[in-house]
T-cell receptor, first 113, second 114 residues
Framework: DAMVIQNPRYQVTQFGKPVTLSCSQTLNHNVMYWYQQKSSQAPKLLFHYYDKDFNNEADTPDNFQSRRPNTSFCFLDIRSPGLGDAAMYLC????????????FGQGTRLTVV | AQSVTQLDSQVPVFEEAPVELRCNYSSSVSVYLFWYVQYPNQGLQLLLKYLSGSTLVESINGFEAEFNKSQTSFHLRKPSVHISDTAEYFCAVSGNTGGFKTIFGAGTRLFVKA
């Protein structure tokens, strides 16, 4: 089945140690998103790609970076994770022609110790 | 800029009772509206969407929502809820601004009691 896959589902990292979360899609969608979701809060958009065009939200910390080497893959890099970065990270895709309906992966739960 | 307001953070309701989860949006352009559901430790799943056409949209599990342009609302309703409907519900809006970003409301926790 076509889908959005995030790896790993659970990630534990040390304070200050760089970590990378990955997302892949088989939907061939042109837009990919990374959201951060803390407990009992709405998903907060960090950035998104429209094809190769990178769009950073104004309040996304510099500590967060992203790469999209091709249509299928997108990575979230956290250069120096702090305790406040512990959250669920959600990857989503959409097709512009589809009105922005977002297809989500299962998420990666990041714990910082 | 677009924004979404979900007026209730929590809605407790008894099983088989009707429920309405409220959502208002603001946008300077034409919008597409969505309701997503999230179960614990899961990603978000699309429940229903309004893109164009009929203002009343329905999901396969009995939910419906009505797009009201004059009131800028997209409230979610179900005539009779089940225990299994307990989840977090997010209203979302997207449109042709800033590359079709999808912006979410704060969420409404629906808690169905036996």
């Amino acid at each position: 089945d076509a889908m959005v896959i995030q790896n790993p589902r659970y990630q534990v990292t040390q304070f200050g140690k760089p970590v990378t979360l990955s997302c892949s899609q088989t939907l061939n969608h042109n837009v990919m998103y990374w959201y951060q979701q803390k407990s009992s809060q709405a998903p907060k958009l960090l950035f998104h790609y429209y094809d190769k065009d990178f769009n950073n939200e104004a309040d996304t910390p510099d500590n967060f970076q992203s790469r999209r080497p091709n249509t299928s893959f997108c990575f979230l890099d956290i250069r120096s994770p702090g305790l406040g970065d512990a959250a669920m990270y959600l990857c989503a895709t959409s097709r512009v022609e589809g009105g922005g309906e977002a297809f989500f992966g299962q998420g990666t739960r990041l714990t910082v110790v | 800029a677009q924004s979404v307001t979900q007026l209730d953070s929590q809605v407790p309701v008894f099983e088989e009772a009707p429920v309405e989860l409220r959502c208002n949006y603001s946008s300077s352009v034409s919008v597409y509206l969505f309701w997503y559901v999230q179960y614990p430790n899961q990603g978000l799943q699309l429940l229903l969407k309004y893109l164009s056409g009929s203002t009343l949209v329905e999901s396969i599990n009995g939910f419906e929502a009505e797009f009201n342009k004059s009131q800028t609302s997209f409230h979610l309703r179900k005539p009779s809820v089940h225990i299994s409907d307990t989840a977090e519900y997010f209203c979302a809006v997207s449109g042709n601004t800033g590359g079709f970003k999808t912006i979410f409301g704060a969420g409404t926790r629906l808690f169905v009691k036996a």
